[in-house]
């Protein structure tokens, strides 16, 4: 089916967190049933696939008519990672300097320029000029410029104040060593710890699994899309199956009064990124209490 009355529905799906789409449009395709379908089993309506008022109306209670913006796929979302990063600044005002929008320093500051420069990079997409670098702003810019080196961006390796009692499975080798209880990870080198952070696991009703597991996968750039909302996870690390070590501006921004899906998270953009530039696929990660 094709409808100007599916834009709405998954505007409204994605707000309640059923639909991970930024873009949407107005073909009712399997995406689009299986989140109605999953819609309907939440709130407790049998599981047809067909938007019959009764779930209209459910739906409607879970979220707000949609702006013209919003069924235009011009509105300015939530920045992909908060302006208060200064390595998520400083690597931003690297690639936009990349595609000839921003002549100024690479200096972590987001000021009068870097904001301008958001907003040009914006109109060039076709985008409202805005200084808020979305995901729709920030997709194309990473497709159409290359990652900088954390050498290029910091002099100096991310300053490490704390400490962690270590497990004895990260005395050798390459491997990050993450504490559940005392809320640390570490990256240590032959028995040397290099850094030591805060970091943050599952929310309750969720586990961050334990025990010694070897990184499979890494990407720099992932969103999940696994649980109704698209999460970005910069620099992820994976580890067992989805489980990885990310950033996240959520444990940022709200510390510890939230958790992942079992993910175990980092809340600075530059060690993130330091970190990612250490490790390769192979290395141990030693998960314990």
């Given at each position: 089916m094709r409808s100007p009355?599916?834009?709405?529905?998954?505007?409204?799906?994605?707000?309640?967190?059923?639909?991970?789409?930024?873009d949407v449009d107005d073909h009712f395709d399997g995406r689009t049933r299986e989140a109605v379908l999953k819609f309907q089993r939440e709130v407790g309506l049998r599981a047809s696939g067909i938007v019959d008022g009764k779930t209209w109306e459910a739906l409607a209670?879970?979220?707000?008519?949609?702006?013209?913006?919003?069924?235009?796929n011009t509105d300015i979302g939530p920045w992909f990672t908060a302006s208060t990063q200064p390595g998520y600044v400083k690597e931003m005002q690297h690639r936009l300097k990349q595609v000839g929008v921003y002549k100024g320093a690479i200096d972590g500051r987001f000021d009068e320029p870097t904001q301008q420069a958001v907003a040009a990079w914006r109109v060039r997409l076709g985008l409202p000029a805005s200084e808020v670098m979305d995901e729709r702003s920030w997709a194309p810019l990473i497709r159409r410029t290359r990652?900088?080196?954390y050498a290029?961006?910091?002099?100096?390796?991310?300053?490490?104040?704390?400490?962690?009692?270590?497990?004895?499975?990260?005395?050798?080798?390459r491997v990050v060593c993450i504490s559940k209880q005392q809320r640390k990870m570490s990256y240590v080198?032959?028995?040397a710890v290099r850094f030591t952070r805060e970091a943050r696991f599952a929310r309750p009703g969720w586990e961050s699994p334990e025990g010694e597991f070897r990184i499979w996968y890494m990407n720099a750039d992932t969103v999940s899309k696994i649980f109704g909302e698209r999460t970005p996870m910069p620099y992820a690390i994976f580890y067992d199956g989805n489980v990885a070590i990310h950033f996240s501006q959520d444990f940022a921004d709200k510390g510890y009064?939230?958790?992942?899906?079992?993910?175990?998270?980092?809340r600075d953009y530059q060690v993130a990124k330091w970190l990612y530039e250490q490790v390769k696929v192979g290395d141990r990660v030693v998960v314990y209490q």
């Amino acid at each position: 089916m094709r409808s100007p009355l599916v834009r709405e529905l998954q505007v409204r799906l994605r707000q309640a967190k059923f639909l991970a789409v930024y873009d949407v449009d107005d073909h009712f395709d399997g995406r689009t049933r299986e989140a109605v379908l999953k819609f309907q089993r939440e709130v407790g309506l049998r599981a047809s696939g067909i938007v019959d008022g009764k779930t209209w109306e459910a739906l409607a209670a879970r979220s707000k008519p949609p702006t013209a913006a919003e069924l235009s796929n011009t509105d300015i979302g939530p920045w992909f990672t908060a302006s208060t990063q200064p390595g998520y600044v400083k690597e931003m005002q690297h690639r936009l300097k990349q595609v000839g929008v921003y002549k100024g320093a690479i200096d972590g500051r987001f000021d009068e320029p870097t904001q301008q420069a958001v907003a040009a990079w914006r109109v060039r997409l076709g985008l409202p000029a805005s200084e808020v670098m979305d995901e729709r702003s920030w997709a194309p810019l990473i497709r159409r410029t290359r990652n900088p080196r954390y050498a290029e961006l910091f002099d100096a390796a991310p300053a490490s104040s704390l400490s962690q009692e270590l497990d004895p499975r990260c005395a050798s080798g390459r491997v990050v060593c993450i504490s559940k209880q005392q809320r640390k990870m570490s990256y240590v080198v032959d028995g040397a710890v290099r850094f030591t952070r805060e970091a943050r696991f599952a929310r309750p009703g969720w586990e961050s699994p334990e025990g010694e597991f070897r990184i499979w996968y890494m990407n720099a750039d992932t969103v999940s899309k696994i649980f109704g909302e698209r999460t970005p996870m910069p620099y992820a690390i994976f580890y067992d199956g989805n489980v990885a070590i990310h950033f996240s501006q959520d444990f940022a921004d709200k510390g510890y009064e939230s958790g992942s899906h079992g993910c175990s998270q980092l809340r600075d953009y530059q060690v993130a990124k330091w970190l990612y530039e250490q490790v390769k696929v192979g290395d141990r990660v030693v998960v314990y209490q």
